[in-house]
């Protein structure tokens, strides 16, 4: 899932959220254009620091440089020297009454854009974003002052009853790179009944103006494009994800989707978010559109996109795609029977169902290959599959798909099709949508790797094709990306003595810690059996682990947990 979405489950259990996305395409590809019908997609990170800001509440700021791996632009790609990152600014406040009841929180995420050209741009945009949440905060003083009222006017077994206000407004970049900037914004707001109201808009800006973009900015034929655009979406309700959830009258209001404040630009195309209640229900969510880059035929060049390849189709609608390279279209289709996907998507099944996969491509069926290579499919599968280039050097492209299992546990499948045999390349425990995730078009992919030791954890790492194998280039010390982390869990208290060792070595010295010495962190582990431990004044010791959580210490075995505080321990 996205970060922002996540932390507003955090912060308020009575809130219902529904998740939108993003991923990557491109559209300069000459004869490996596709021919296609169908897309809709998924969720980023960032980094914490605490601190408070001048009013005393709390205030996070969480950072995300411009870099390879995902939503920042990449400049090596592009051929510029242009860069860009963004930093939020977390805050959040609540309100007690005298009685110690919570009857107003709010929280927001301010967007700081940095670019290292077109300073002005820069400045309009952060103004923008100033504004925006400045009217947040004027709003959330009305509303705690409408907060206040009713609590006062409750009788006592009422006042037990009353869950309290809450307001947040939260941002996510998506596409960043010189000719665009662009973000989704969320607002949620909770004044009792029995669930929240929310709504998402967009935001996209001119890289080199600062101005905030309309949709008559980014079209040569405005009237055309906007007619293909509607045929599109009306093409893509037609498929189960969207179809068991809409409105029998929704083609009547399609038009109030395509509106400006509903539009923004990511890796994979144009998206259009229609918000709950203008196509479907309250208990459908949100529905996300996603236009691909070529089927933008009246895209002005100045908004085009240049970055990593990637295609998205829907499960169950065909994609033609020159997949070997030998000058030749294939049309590949993955399909789910459609009674089951309904059941699946509209979440109405009696009796559990195996949702079974089949792949054809050129009318041959491949599904042997993706059920040895899968095992077995879960109900959470991405509803898209993608085509990819992982390396353009290269004739040919590469089929991308997406499970995700409980806790957002996912897998990321890569298939090579050459010479009429379809070959598994190897799966990647990340996904598109995260920032961690990035295809590089130089047979190398991005990816974050969760860790085998002491906590939940995860490293940045690459993927890289060698001999039909996507295998993790190995690292001596895989570095932790302790980003989502507040910085509790960055630093632990020792709670009882611990031998730490002087190298990562049995055979070396020993030091014992205690809980005198202060907070430690890690840093880094060679993902096997040591963790680099450094303490308060500088001092790198290693923790050796029988397993997961296993310290072995003086011929004890000692549990992680109950030796430092705070781990970040994944429920």
């Known amino acids: 899932m996205k970060r922002k979405k996540l932390l507003i ?45 001048e009013d005393g509440n709390q205030e996070q700021t969480s950072s995300s440089d411009a870099e390879a791996s995902g939503g920042d632009f990449n400049a090596e790609n592009a051929g510029t020297d242009f860069e860009v990152s963004v930093d939020f600014k977390d805050q959040s406040d609540e309100k007690m009454t005298d009685e110690g009841y919570s009857i107003f929180y709010s929280s927001y995420s301010l967007p700081v854009v940095t670019m290292n050209q077109y300073k002005d741009s820069e400045k309009k945009i952060n103004a923008f974003f100033e504004n925006e949440i400045q009217q947040f905060k004027e709003n959330a003083s009305e509303l705690v002052k409408e907060a206040k009222s009713e609590y006062e006017n409750l009788n006592d077994e009422e006042r037990e009853l009353f869950y309290g206000y809450s307001s947040h407004q939260y941002y996510e970049k998506s596409r960043m790179d010189e000719k665009v900037i662009s973000f989704m914004g969320y607002s949620y707001l909770y004044l009792g009944g029995a669930h929240d109201s929310s709504l998402s808009s967009a935001y996209n800006f001119d890289t080199k103006t600062g101005e905030k973009l309309k949709l008559s900015d980014l079209f040569e034929d405005e009237q055309t494009a906007m007619n293909e655009i509607r045929e599109y979406i009306l093409s893509l309700c037609s498929n189960p994800y969207y179809s068991v959830r809409l409105f029998e009258d929704y083609e009547e209001n399609i038009d109030d989707v395509l509106k400006d404040d509903n539009w923004f630009f990511d890796e994979d195309g144009l998206h259009f978010i229609s918000n709950t209640y203008v196509l479907g229900p309250y208990a459908a969510g949100e529905f996300d559109f996603v236009i691909p880059y070529e089927n933008l035929t009246q895209l002005k060049d100045a908004y085009a996109y240049n970055g990593s390849y990637l295609y998205p189709s829907l499960i169950n609608e065909s994609v033609n795609a020159d997949l070997d390279g030998n000058g030749k279209k294939d049309t590949i289709n993955l399909s789910i029977d459609r009674d089951i996907l309904e059941k699946i998507y509209s979440g109405n099944w009696e009796d559990p169902v195996d949702p079974v996969l089949t792949v054809t491509i050129n009318d041959k069926d491949y599904s042997d290959v993706m059920k040895e290579s899968m095992n077995s499919l879960s109900y959470n599968f991405n509803q898209n599959y993608y085509i990819v280039d992982l390396d353009t050097s290269k004739p040919g492209m590469e089929l991308m798909f997406i499970d995700i299992y409980d806790n957002d546990y996912c897998l990321t499948y890569f298939y090579e099709y050459k010479d009429e045999k379809l070959t598994f390349l190897g799966s990647v425990q990340d996904r598109l949508g995260y920032d961690s995730f990035h295809i590089n078009g130089d047979g190398t992919v991005s990816a974050r790797l969760p860790l085998n030791l002491l906590q939940t954890s995860s490293a940045d790492v690459t993927y890289r094709l060698k001999d039909d194998q996507l295998v993790i280039e190995n690292q001596d010390w895989y570095y932790v990306n302790d980003s989502m982390w507040n910085d509790e869990y960055k630093h632990h208290a020792i709670l009882q003595e611990v031998t730490v060792y002087t190298e990562p070595d049995l055979s070396s010295q020993t030091k014992v810690l205690t809980p005198e010495d202060g907070k430690v962190s890690f840093p880094a582990t060679d993902n096997e059996h040591w963790y680099m431990l450094k303490t308060e004044n500088g001092e790198t010791y290693y923790l050796y682990l029988e397993d997961f959580s296993t310290v072995p210490n003086n011929g004890n075995e000692l549990y992680a947990p109950e030796i430092f505080e705070n781990l970040f321990l994944a429920g």
């Open 9 to 53: 489950l955090l912060l308020s259990s009575c809130l219902t959220l529904t998740a939108c996305g993003g991923g990557s395409a491109n559209t300069g590809r000459g004869d490996n254009h596709i021919d296609a019908s169908a897309n809709e997609n998924t969720e980023n990170g960032d980094t914490d620091s605490d601190e408070k800001n």
